[in-house]
């Protein structure tokens, strides 16, 4: 098995809840469900029948959305942990954040962020917060004592017992009425600090920067996302390279897409985009796309992204090597016979 056919089979079990490697389709396990079993049998369908390289399809599938289905039942597993929490909590709302809020998710089974707010503004709210995540912890462990939940410093995670998604709560309040990038506020209750962020602003510039172009820059955002997880089961490490910064880095190219542009053109276009932003000047004063921090605060990020772009530079090369042996194979079919009857 090549490295990129081992490629596309992992690709294929984060993109599906369960199933079968794209190379055992027809021994598909009985016990799926039935929309589960229609989910996986899709994709695996229309991957065997694909004429493209096996390169090419792990192109195409990096770059593709995850199911809408999948991303419909995220979101309904964020409902059940609202519809508990509207039961004791009052003046409250709640919106999602992280990349399944924004389409950039990679796996069938994306984790969810999904922030508390007190509908007011508050100034020195640390005490509020923190009455805020009591009621919601104290009632989220009454209401599934068998989900594992679980503490931590800015969030209360839910895991396991009868949720098929890892769920984050995140209580917190807004910053301002005045602000219009609308800024959330969140206690880290080890450091005792708020920590104020704009995920919504966020979402809206990398939404309003794929209208532009054309949907290729969240298709970029997927595909480095998809190298970074593959790349780190081959070299058993993990990257410090976070998503974020992934989209921040992508946010900085100019995606002028000409007519005809496909996935397989956003390989090179890439390479050549983020080599170009590694010789500006200013590399390390560049800004996420919310202008709130630098992307780059230590050299492991940037050296993880150098890692990406040589990723990006195989994929790349391999392309080229499949794409001659094509053009060889339709030469040496068309080149007349050397001997016998002309």
């Known amino acids: ?25 027809y021994k598909l396990d009985k016990e799926f469900s ?9 994709l695996l369908e229309s991957i065997t029948k694909s004429k493209d390289s096996e390169i090419l ?7 593709n959305e995850v199911d809408k289905r999948y991303t419909e039942k995220s ?8 519809n508990q929490l509207n039961k004791v909590l009052d003046n409250v709302c709640y919106k999602y954040q992280g990349s399944l809020s924004n389409n950039t998710h990679i796996k069938a089974s994306s984790d969810i962020d999904l ?34 939940v679980t503490r931590g410093s800015k969030t209360i995670k839910l895991k ?34 708020i920590h104020t962020n704009t995920p ?44 974020y910064e992934i989209v921040a880095f992508l946010y900085l190219i100019d995606f002028c897409i000409p007519k005809g542009f496909s996935n397989r053109a956003l390989v090179p276009f890439l390479v050549k985009s983020l080599n170009n932003i590694l010789k500006m000047n200013n590399l390390f004063d560049l800004q996420v796309p919310d202008k709130s921090r630098k992307i780059i605060r230590n050299n492991q990020i940037l050296d993880d992204l150098k890692l990406l772009i040589n990723e990006l530079k195989g994929i790349e090369s391999e392309l080229v090597k499949d794409e001659n042996k094509g053009l060889q194979f339709s030469l040496l079919a068309a080149t007349p016979k050397a001997w016998g009857d002309e």
Not at 34 to 40: K, N, P, V, W
Not at 57 to 63: F, P, Q, R, T, W
Not at 173 to 187: A, G, M, Q, T, Y
Not at 203 to 225: A, I, P, T
């Open 115 to 148: 922030l508390v707010l007190l509908e007011k503004y508050i100034l020195n709210s640390k005490k509020e917060i923190k009455d805020l995540k009591d009621e919601c912890d104290n009632h989220l462990q009454l209401s599934f004592p068998k989900v594992n």
């Open 1 to 25: 098995m090549n490295k990129y056919t081992s490629r596309l089979n992992h690709l294929i079990d984060r993109r599906v809840m369960k199933g079968a490697l794209y190379a055992e389709v």
């Open 34 to 42: 039935y929309e589960g079993y229609t989910l996986e049998n899709e």
């Open 200 to 243: 919504f602003y966020h979402n809206q510039l990398l939404e309003s920067k794929d209208l532009e172009s054309e949907g290729y820059f969240k298709k970029g955002v997927r595909l480095l996302k998809n190298i970074k997880v593959d790349l780190e089961k081959d070299i058993n490490k993990e990257l410090k390279i976070s998503s």
């Open 57 to 63: 399809k792990y192109v195409n599938e990096a770059c």
């Open 160 to 193: 396991g017992g009868s949720l098929s998604r890892e769920i984050d709560v995140v209580p917190s309040h807004w910053d301002s009425n005045e602000d219009f990038r609308k800024p959330v506020c969140i206690l880290d209750e080890d450091s005792d600090d």
């Open 75 to 82: 979101f309904s597993e964020g409902k059940r942990i609202q």
